[in-house]
């Protein structure tokens, strides 16, 4: 009994130190700063990565703490938004958290990184010995969601925020700013998942990457030529 009376200790004391690593102060920091540098110079993040991966074994963070301040600002957002709806019920508001956290930011992230990362690893690795045996990780292709999603968020979410009545109204100016705004935000997340595949030295062909915001153009002409509302439908997903 003694020894498993150890490993079970050992175990614990493993488990503390990682749950420590994972909150340090010190990461918490560089998180927003990164956040930070997405909304003002993206470029300017995957630049660093790229410099602290002579430094590491990965190209993907190595602590939660970008996505645990991401789902804070987001549980923060699903109180407003449910306000501004008079979501009374904590059920009600419970729904709209867990929607926002957990399928729209979470699952949808995961869902996308599996199919980038395979996409990346059979069509656009390059070719050699050099390259064999370099892959995109999994961390890496969701960190490139997280990136992505933080100034989609910050635009769909946070600055339309006081101008939902506006935006959210029927008259075709409207439906055409509402429209604009969600095809821009929806363009940066396609542009700066690109800027993370675009780094790693074992891909060609990222270009390809930035082929969606043609088509997002197609859907933003045709929603706003029919007076479809972008805005209107965020909503109905979201909060309604």
Not at 77 to 98: H, L, P
Not at 221 to 228: E, K, P, V
Request: charged fraction near 15%; proline fraction near 3%.
């Amino acid at each position: 009994m003694i020894p498993l009376v150890e490993n079970s200790e050992r175990d614990t004391q493993s488990f503390s130190e990682v749950l420590k690593k994972q909150i340090q102060y010190e990461n918490f920091l560089n998180s927003i700063s990164q956040m930070k540098n997405l909304w003002i110079d993206p470029q300017n993040t995957y630049d660093q990565i790229k410099e602290q991966k002579q430094f590491q074994d990965t190209w993907g963070r190595k602590d939660c703490s970008f996505v645990l301040i991401q789902m804070f600002f987001i549980f923060i957002s699903s109180i407003a938004y449910s306000v501004c709806f008079r979501i009374s019920s904590f059920v009600g508001f419970i729904k709209v958290a867990f929607k926002s956290i957990f399928i729209n930011y979470l699952l949808f992230g995961i869902f996308i990184s599996m199919i980038l990362r395979f996409l990346t690893n059979t069509f656009l690795r390059k070719k050699g010995f050099l390259y064999s045996e370099q892959k995109v990780e999994m961390r890496y292709a969701f960190d490139v969601h997280c990136n992505s999603y933080f100034p989609y968020f910050m635009i769909t979410h946070i600055i339309v925020y006081p101008f939902i009545p506006f935006i959210n109204s029927n008259s075709l100016f409207s439906i055409f700013i509402g429209n604009f705004i969600f095809t821009f935000a929806m363009s940066c997340y396609v542009y700066i998942t690109f800027l993370g595949y675009k780094i790693l030295p074992f891909l060609h062909k990222t270009v390809l990457f930035l082929t969606p915001i043609a088509g997002l153009l197609i859907i933003f002409l045709i929603f706003s030529l029919s007076r479809i509302s972008m805005v209107k439908i965020f909503l109905a997903i979201y909060f309604l």
